[in-house]
């Protein structure tokens, strides 16, 4: 059975940074496409950024290009999301997702494996 877990959520000020970490347990990790989602409460969910199988492709949302940074540790089988400039809309509860597909426009609804959220809250 498939487990995730996201953690490295915490409260930070504008223009701080965290790194968020998800681990995971019962799939093959190296095998799957990664990503990250956030969502605030009465907002759709947003994709944040998606890497592939291969460590090599990436995409980020408009919102977080050029601050964020996914990266994979197939070895020990985690994620990560380096969050750098943290602004306060960058708000939201963090969720980490697999399996599903990591192109330009990667939707959440692709992705089959979920763990529970970590929240970010950034605050000025």
């Known amino acids: 059975q498939a487990q995730l877990a996201a953690s490295g959520g915490g409260l930070v000020q504008a223009g701080g940074s965290l790194r968020l970490s998800c681990t995971a347990s019962?799939?093959?990790?190296?095998?799957?496409?990664w990503g990250w989602f956030r969502q605030t409460p009465g907002k759709e969910r947003e994709g944040v950024s998606c890497?592939?199988?291969?460590?090599?492709?990436?995409y980020y949302s408009d919102s977080v290009k050029g601050r964020f940074t996914i990266t994979r540790d197939d070895a020990n089988d985690t994620l990560y999301l380096q969050m750098n400039s943290l602004k306060l809309e960058d708000t939201a509860m963090y969720y980490c997702?697999?399996?599903?597909?990591?192109?330009?426009?990667?939707?959440?609804?692709?992705?089959?494996?979920w763990g529970p959220g970590t929240q970010v809250t950034v605050s000025s």
């Open positions: 997702a697999a399996g599903g597909t990591c192109t330009e426009r990667f939707q959440g609804s692709t992705y089959a494996y």
């Open positions: 890497v592939r199988w291969s460590g090599s492709i990436t």
């Open positions: 019962g799939l093959r990790f190296a095998d799957l496409n």
